[in-house]
């Protein structure tokens, strides 16, 4: 059991649905990341939040909306997603974003755009 | 953004030692070396670090160049559970922890 839950594990959605991913850390952190891994494909970083406010966005199109309502949790809220949106979506966390400090993932969340 | 080079795959025996070697002869001095390690059908997890000294812990030791333009991870015995994409990061003040294509590494029994 890692310290970083994400829910749900598999999703499945059509382009014009809304869903949400959501992260959960009991470690206390107050870093949260999303990082996006496609087939093939390096982890990418989407998003950093540091206690709760959002430090860094790269260039991630606006159909992805994170929201960090405390430091415990992290969500990913999704709407109008294309085909090659599908991929695994990692939620980590750290604490206080010192540069030696360790990151803990989750296991994952896997998406399908139909 | 400091930048580092892996061997695409790499593959050892079972129950022998496995050096890991990357290369980041951009690294800055505030910059920290980081390893993380990708099973199969898991999010990646931490293995170690450093700055400057080797470093060792229960995984894996962590050799530093002197000029720090290089490192490399060693396991020491290696078992078919560390078949692993392996990951090295340079992570600085900026906070990003930016993944490269990393080593596919191969444990043959």
């Known amino acids: 059991e890692t310290g970083v839950t994400q829910t749900p594990r598999h999703l499945v959605m059509g382009m014009t649905n809304k869903k949400s991913l959501k992260c959960e850390q009991h470690l206390g952190h107050n870093a949260m990341y999303w990082y996006k891994q496609s087939a093939k494909k390096p982890l990418e970083l989407m998003f950093v939040y540091s206690l709760e406010e959002r430090v860094e966005n790269n260039s991630v199109p606006s159909r992805f909306s994170p929201e960090c309502p405390n430091s415990s949790h992290l969500f990913l809220h999704l709407h109008t997603l294309q085909p090659e949106d599908s991929a695994l979506y990692l939620c980590?966390?750290?604490?206080?974003?010192?540069?030696?400090?360790?990151?803990?993932f989750g296991e994952g969340s896997r998406l399908t755009v139909l | 953004d400091a930048k580092t080079t892996q061997p695409n795959s790499m593959e050892s025996n079972e129950e022998e030692p496995v050096h890991l070697p990357c290369n980041h002869s951009t690294i800055s001095g505030t910059d920290y070396i980081h390893w993380y390690r990708q099973l199969p059908s898991q999010g990646p997890e931490y293995v170690i670090h450093?700055?400057?000294s080797n470093v060792n812990n229960r995984m894996a030791s962590l050799a530093i160049a002197e000029d720090r333009k290089s490192s490399t991870l060693i396991l020491h015995r290696a078992t078919l559970r560390d078949a692993a994409v392996y990951y090295c990061i340079l992570r600085g003040r900026d906070d990003k922890i930016i993944f490269g294509k990393g080593t596919r590494l191969h444990i043959l029994p």
């Open positions: 450093g700055l400057t």
């Open positions: 980590a966390s750290s604490q206080d974003g010192a540069a030696w400090g360790e990151l803990f």
